[in-house]
């Protein structure tokens, strides 16, 4: 795959830059300039602008693989807290919580965990699993304990009893650090916004996501350190 497949001209760079409004506009032309002789500026301009799209594009499958790893890894392991001793609940932790977790799910002020799942091509009535695969990233990112929790924090101690166990290295400040780094450059590749404004977070974002998936599962995070789709897209940088 490619930033574009067909040869860029001057009439299609200029259909191109001329189609973004003037903020994002200027973004890309003012890197061109100081990369390009001034009859290459709108050329430069629209293979960066285009280059983005394609970091978006390699940013979202590299960290769509660590959302529905993070995903499956978290309700697994919540299913197993929820229905063990001393609770003895039901493995659908989402719609009867036990416990601690009773005031992530299903706070007293606020609307429950399972409300915000998206469930637009559900037909008929919801399963616990529909509730599970229709919630977003940031619901997933929203019960992991922030770095300066103290251990009486109830995602805490869910860390502690819950995903810790069956982590590879259950260092929960870092391992919240980087998951909440690859949600927030997940959401602006998908808005696209200007990545190319910030290669050093695009970048990290390759080893933030094989960090991950290593401490879920090892061999899935040597296979997807082995993928290597962002490097491999910053190698194709027009600036190079």
């Known amino acids: 795959m490619d930033p574009y497949t067909n040869p860029l001209t001057c009439m299609d760079a ?16 003012t890197i061109a300039r100081d990369n390009a002789e001034t009859e290459k500026i709108t050329i430069l301009a629209a293979k960066l602008y285009l280059w983005n799209g394609y970091l978006a594009s390699v940013i979202d499958r590299t960290t769509g693989e660590i959302e529905v790893l993070l995903r499956n890894f978290m309700d697994k392991s919540l299913s197993q807290w929820n229905s063990a001793l001393p609770r003895c609940g039901s493995r659908e932790w989402l719609t009867a919580p036990e416990g601690e977790l009773k005031e992530l799910v299903i706070p007293s002020k606020g609307k429950p965990l399972r409300d915000f799942a998206h469930l637009q091509t559900v037909e008929g009535t919801p399963t616990h699993d ?6 977003t990233f940031g619901n997933w990112v929203h019960l992991l304990p922030k770095k300066h929790a103290s251990e009486k924090n109830v995602r805490v101690i869910l860390w502690n ?7 590879n290295s259950p260092d929960r400040v870092d391992f919240q650090q980087r998951v909440m780094a690859v949600k927030d450059i997940r959401n602006r590749a998908t808005h696209r916004r200007p990545l190319v404004k910030d290669i050093k977070a695009v970048s990290k ?36």
Do not use: M
């Not at 200029?14 to 032309?29: D, V």
């Not at 529909?130 to 919630?135: C, F, I, P, R, T």
């Open 14 to 29: 200029c259909r191109i830059i001329n189609a973004l409004p003037h903020p994002r506009r200027n973004t890309y032309l």
């Open 205 to 240: 974002a390759h080893q933030d996501c094989v960090t991950i998936a290593k401490a879920i599962n090892e061999d899935l995070g040597i296979w997807l350190r082995n993928e290597k789709w962002i490097p491999q897209a910053l190698k194709k940088s027009p600036l190079l």
């Open 130 to 135: 529909d509730y599970v695969a229709g919630l």
């Open 161 to 167: 009893e819950a995903f810790a166990p069956h982590l």
